[in-house]
C-alpha cells in the first residue's frame, strides 16, 4: 500500500490519498485518532493541520515505502512539556481509573496535546502498558485544570510518548524505571531522561542537570540568567521569606508573589513584561509598609528583576514628597500610559484605574478607612478619598455602602475643590489622557467634563482620564508613535503607485492606521494648544461657569413602545447603540428618567431575542444568531441607581435564558415560575400566559405587564411563599440578588429547619441567593425541573470536598437530583448585563422520593471544578442533561411509523 499527502488550502487540513480501500483495522485506528474518511471516496482521508497528525502522517508514509507494519508508527503529543505550554492551552489533564484492591483508585497525568482524541490514544497506551489489567476506563479533559496540571508538571507526571501498539505486556510498571523496550519518556523535575527511539536500543543513563550555582558570589548577569529564570528564584525565595512571616507582612509579601505569579503565567512576552512590571509598581507602593528587616529582605529579591529590567532600584527607605500629585507611568489592562499625573496618595491600584473585583479582600486589608464611608458622611470625605472610591465600577459591589448615584452627585458639587485635593490641573484647556485609549485620546479638561453643554462630569475625568505630567513630553510621545506608524503603513503601500496595496488585508490595515494617525494628530493639536496659550502673557485659564438647573422632560406613558421601535430599528440593522446615543433617548421617548429608559431598552433586547428564539430553525442555529447579536449588536446596560444596588440586581444574559429554555423544556410546561424575575430575560423561551413572576421592584412591573404574563406579584421572595404554591409548577427558573442573608439568628433558624430539612450548619452558612434558592425549589413539582443561577463557582479544596458552601450543597444533592452544576465566567458570559462576579447556573431535574446522598467529592465529578468561557460551551454541557419527554418520543414513533 502507498500513501501520498498534500495540505488542502480549502479544508485547512492533510489530505491523505491511499492506493488501496485500508483494512477495517487501520481505517478503525485512524477514526479514533481523529481522521475521517471521504463518502465519496473511501481511499481520501482528511485530518487537522495539527503537529501530532502532521509527524504520525509523515511518518506513516515512511513505513509504506519500506512496506512496513503500521502498527510500528507511533504518535506522540504537539507540543513540548513545559509550564509555559500549559499556560497557552496545548495540554490535556488525564484521569486513569484503576480497580483498587477495596475501592476504586486514580492516577492523574498531563499529556502535552489539546486534541482530545490524540491525548486520549497516548494516555490509554501509556496506561494499558502501565497498569495492564487493572486498568478501568480514561478520561481525557484537554485545556483544563490548569492549576493540577502545573504541579502534575512539576512533580514529573507527564506522558511524553506511547507505546507501539504490539507492546503491551500486562504486568504493572513503575513509570520511573523506564525499561529498555519502552519509547516512552516521563519527566521528574529537574531529571530528564533521554528517549529509547527504538526496541532492542541500549539503555540510556539518566541525566541530571547540575543545580546553578546560587551561592550569591556570582550576578545574575555573570550567570547569564533571564528575566524569566530571575522571576522563578525571586518567587521561590519570596515564598521562604513569607512562611517566616505573618499578619500585615505575610499579607504584603504572599500579594506580591501572587501577582509575580501571574506574571510568569504569561506567555506572551509584551504580556509577560507589562504583568511584570505592574507587579513591580503595586509593590513599590506597599514595601514601606514593611519593617525595616523585613523591607530589606524582599528587595534583596525585587531588585533582582528590577536590574534584569534595567529599571531604577527600589531605595531601603522612602523618598519624602510633599507634592499631590506625582508623575508616573501607570498600567491600565494590557497597555502603559506613560508620563501622566497619579495623586501622590492614592496608592495602586487606584492610581493607574487598574481595580478588578478580585481585589476587595486586598482593599479591605490595606484601605480600611474607605470601609467606613457610606452615603450619609460622604460629603466628609477628603477628595483622595472620593477619588479612590471611584475607580470601582460600583462601591457596593466591594462591600462599601456608598450607592454611585450619590457618589457622582458629590463629584457635581465639589469636583474643582476635590482636584485640588488631589493635585489636578483645574485648568479647562489642560490636557488629560484616556487611561483606556492612551495617548490617541487626549482632550482638554473643559471637553472631558462637557462644560459647553453645562455638565460638571469631574467623576467622568477622575475614572477615565488622568492629567498629562509634562505636556511637551506628551507631544514627544505622541511623534515618536506617529513616526512608527508611518514606517509600519508603508508595508501595506504599493511603492509604484503610493497607494494601498489592493488586498482586502492591506486595505483594512492601511485605513486602520491612517484612522490611528488621526487620532494622534487630534491629540498632539490639543496638547499644542494647551502649550500656546500658556506662551500668551494675557491669557488666563478659563473660569467655571455657574451650573444652570434644566427643566425635566414630561414623562408620558407610551415611552416604552417608542424605545422599543427606535431599539428595533437599529437592531434591524446591526447597529450597536452607544451609551451616549442610548441615553439621548430620553428626550426623544419621553422616558420619565434615565433609569426608566434603561429599563426599557433592556426590554427591546429581550423582545429581540425571543424573536430569535421562535424562529423555526435547530436550537444551535438559533444560538449562533443569539451569539452575534450579544457580541456585535447588543448595547451594554451602562446604568445603576439606587434601587438596582438596594436589590442587587444583575439581569441573566438572554442567550443564557434560551439554553436553560432548552434544559427545562419550557414549551411543554404547563406552569412556570420565577421568583425575582427583573425584566424577565431568563424566560426567552416562556408562554407569558402560562407563567407567574414575582418582582419585588415595582420598578420593572411595566416590562412584565408589557410582555403579558399571566400574573406578577411583588413578593418578598426571601421569604417562604404561602403553602398553596408548594409542589405545584413544571418548571422554576431563578437568578436571585447576589448578596449576604441579613436576618436575625432566630428566623435563619426556623427557615432552615422547615425549608431545608433541619440540615446542620446551613443557617450560618448560606448566603441570600442560597436561601432564596431553596424557597424557590419548595415550589416545583416532584418531577419539575429547575435551573438556578447564583454567585460564586464550585471547586474542591484539599481534602477533595466542595470548599465553599458545603452545607447548602449537600442539602441539595441530598433532596434533589442535581443533573449539574456549571461554573460560567461571568467576565466574558455576564460582561453586557454590568456584573463580572463569578456565577454558577445549577441544573436540577427532579426532587429525590427518599433523601440520600451528598455533594460529590472530586473524584466522582472531577468536571465540577472546570469553567465554561462561552455561550456555545454551556450549550455543550447543558445539552448532555436534556431527555426526550413522553410527548417527544412517542411523536417521534408515530414519525418512524409513518416512514
Request: hydrophobic share 35%; charged share 30%; aromatic share 10%.
Amino acid at each position: 500500500m502507498q500513501l501520498t499527502s498534500t495540505f488542502n488550502k480549502q479544508k485547512k487540513g492533510i489530505e491523505l490519498h491511499f492506493s488501496e480501500v485500508l483494512p477495517k483495522e487501520l481505517a478503525f485506528h485512524l477514526k479514533e485518532l481523529g481522521f475521517k474518511e471521504t463518502l465519496s471516496d473511501p481511499m481520501k482521508w482528511y485530518v487537522d493541520n495539527h503537529p501530532a497528525y502532521c509527524r504520525y502522517v509523515e511518518e506513516l508514509e515512511k513505513e509504506f515505502v519500506k512496506d512496513g507494519d503500521w502498527k510500528h508508527v507511533l504518535i506522540h503529543p504537539s507540543f513540548e512539556s513545559s509550564l509555559e505550554n500549559i499556560d497557552k492551552g496545548q495540554f490535556t489533564y488525564v484521569t486513569i481509573f484503576l480497580k483498587g484492591q477495596e475501592k476504586a483508585e486514580q492516577e492523574n497525568y498531563v499529556v502535552f496535546d489539546s486534541y482530545k482524541k490524540v491525548a486520549h490514544e497516548i494516555a490509554s497506551r501509556f496506561a494499558m502498558r502501565k497498569y495492564g489489567d487493572t486498568l478501568k476506563h480514561i478520561e481525557v479533559h484537554p485545556r483544563n485544570y490548569k492549576r493540577k496540571s502545573r504541579v502534575l508538571f512539576r512533580d514529573g507526571k507527564v506522558i511524553d510518548g506511547m507505546v507501539a501498539l504490539e507492546s503491551l505486556p500486562t504486568q504493572n510498571e513503575v513509570v520511573k524505571e523506564v525499561t529498555e523496550n519502552d519509547a516512552l519518556v516521563v519527566k521528574e523535575g529537574d531529571t530528564e531522561i533521554e528517549k529509547v527511539p527504538k526496541e532492542g536500543a541500549e539503555e540510556k543513563k539518566k541525566v541530571v542537570k547540575e543545580p546553578e550555582d546560587d551561592s550569591g558570589y556570582k550576578t545574575d548577569a555573570e550567570r547569564n540568567l533571564s528575566t524569566r529564570s530571575v522571576l522563578k528564584e525571586v518567587i521561590e525565595k519570596l515564598n521562604e521569606q513569607t512562611e517566616e512571616l505573618d499578619v500585615e507582612p505575610e499579607t504584603i509579601i504572599a500579594t506580591t508573589v501572587m501577582d509575580l505569579e501571574d506574571a510568569a503565567d504569561q506567555w506572551s512576552e509584551i504580556h509577560f513584561k507589562n504583568h511584570l512590571l505592574k507587579a513591580l509598581q503595586n509593590f513599590k507602593d506597599w514595601v514601606y509598609d514593611l519593617s525595616i528587616k523585613d523591607r530589606a529582605m524582599a528587595l534583596m529579591q525585587v531588585n533582582r528583576l528590577n536590574r534584569s529590567l534595567s529599571l531604577e532600584l527600589i531605595p531601603l527607605k522612602e523618598v519624602e514628597t510633599e507634592a499631590r500629585s506625582i508623575a508616573k507611568d501607570i498600567f491600565n489592562r494590557d497597555h502603559i500610559v506613560p508620563n501622566v499625573l497619579v495623586p501622590v496618595h492614592a496608592g495602586e491600584p487606584f492610581q493607574s484605574g487598574s481595580l478588578t473585583i478580585g481585589d476587595g479582600n486586598f482593599l479591605k486589608f490595606k484601605f480600611p478607612q474607605l470601609y467606613t464611608v457610606n452615603d450619609e458622611n460622604l460629603k466628609q470625605v477628603s477628595g483622595l478619598e472620593l477619588f479612590q472610591l471611584s475607580q470601582m465600577p460600583h462601591p457596593n459591589d466591594y462591600g462599601i455602602a456608598v450607592n454611585r448615584s450619590t457618589l457622582l452627585q458629590e463629584w457635581e458639587n465639589r469636583g474643582p475643590e476635590a482636584f485640588a485635593t488631589i493635585g489636578y490641573p483645574t485648568d479647562l484647556n489642560y490636557p488629560y489622557v484616556n487611561i483606556h485609549a492612551g495617548y490617541k485620546s487626549v482632550s482638554s479638561l473643559g471637553a472631558e467634563i462637557d462644560i459647553e453643554n453645562n455638565s460638571h462630569k469631574w467623576w467622568s475625568v477622575v475614572e477615565h482620564s488622568r492629567p498629562i505630567a509634562d505636556p511637551q513630553k506628551g507631544i514627544e510621545i505622541i511623534d515618536a508613535m506617529l513616526l512608527q506608524l508611518v514606517e509600519d503603513h508603508l508595508d501595506y503601500v504599493n511603492p509604484k503607485t503610493g497607494k494601498p496595496k489592493t488586498d482586502k488585508k492591506s486595505k483594512e490595515a492601511f485605513n486602520e492606521m491612517q484612522w490611528q494617525m488621526n487620532r494622534l494628530e487630534r491629540s498632539k493639536a490639543n496638547i499644542q494648544d494647551y502649550l500656546d496659550g500658556q506662551q500668551k502673557p494675557e491669557s488666563k485659564p478659563k473660569s467655571l461657569p455657574k451650573k444652570q438647573k434644566t427643566q425635566k422632560s414630561t414623562t408620558k406613558n407610551d415611552y416604552i413602545d417608542r424605545v422599543v421601535a427606535v431599539m428595533h430599528t437599529a437592531f434591524a440593522k446591526a447597529e450597536r447603540l452607544s451609551k451616549k446615543k442610548v441615553e439621548a433617548l430620553k428626550k426623544e421617548t419621553g422616558a420619565p428618567n434615565l433609569g426608566a429608559l434603561w429599563e426599557a431598552v433592556e426590554l427591546s433586547w429581550l423582545l429581540w431575542y425571543k424573536m430569535l428564539y421562535k424562529e423555526p430553525i435547530p436550537f444551535e442555529s438559533r444560538l449562533r444568531k443569539m451569539d452575534f447579536f450579544w457580541s456585535q449588536v447588543q448595547p451594554t446596560y451602562a446604568y445603576s441607581d439606587s434601587s438596582k444596588e438596594l436589590y442587587k440586581q444583575y439581569s441573566t444574559p438572554c442567550p443564557i435564558g434560551a439554553i436553560v429554555a432548552e434544559y427545562t423544556q419550557m414549551k411543554d410546561a404547563e406552569f412556570i415560575f420565577e421568583p425575582s424575575a427583573g425584566n424577565g430575560l431568563l424566560l426567552v423561551g416562556a408562554n407569558p400566559r402560562i407563567t407567574h413572576v414575582n418582582e419585588i421592584d415595582n420598578s420593572r412591573k411595566k416590562s412584565l405587564e408589557y410582555q403579558g404574563f399571566g400574573r406578577i406579584t411583588n413578593n418578598n421572595a426571601a421569604e417562604p411563599f404561602p403553602e398553596v404554591m408548594n409542589k405545584v409548577h413544571d418548571v422554576v427558573v431563578t437568578n436571585p440578588p447576589f448578596a449576604r442573608w441579613e436576618a436575625s439568628k432566630f428566623d435563619k433558624q426556623r427557615i432552615a429547619n422547615k425549608y431545608f430539612n433541619k440540615q446542620r450548619g446551613i443557617a450560618n452558612h448560606i448566603r441570600l441567593e442560597h436561601l432564596m434558592a431553596g424557597l424557590a425549589l419548595h415550589t416545583m413539582k416532584d418531577d419539575g425541573k429547575a435551573a438556578i443561577i447564583i454567585m460564586g463557582h464550585v471547586y474542591y479544596g484539599e481534602d477533595g470536598l466542595f470548599a465553599k458552601y458545603r452545607p447548602f450543597f449537600n442539602w441539595l444533592y441530598r433532596h434533589y437530583h442535581v443533573d449539574d452544576i456549571i461554573n460560567m465566567n461571568s467576565y466574558k458570559l455576564y460582561n453586557k448585563q454590568g456584573a463580572v462576579t463569578k456565577t454558577m447556573l445549577i441544573l436540577v431535574g427532579g426532587r429525590k422520593s427518599k433523601p440520600s446522598g451528598v455533594a460529590p467529592d472530586q473524584t466522582k465529578a472531577p468536571e465540577l471544578d472546570t469553567m465554561v468561557e462561552t455561550f456555545f460551551d454551556l450549550w455543550k454541557r447543558v445539552k448532555s442533561h436534556i431527555k426526550p419527554n413522553l410527548n417527544t418520543l412517542i411523536s417521534q414513533l408515530k414519525k418512524a411509523r409513518i416512514q
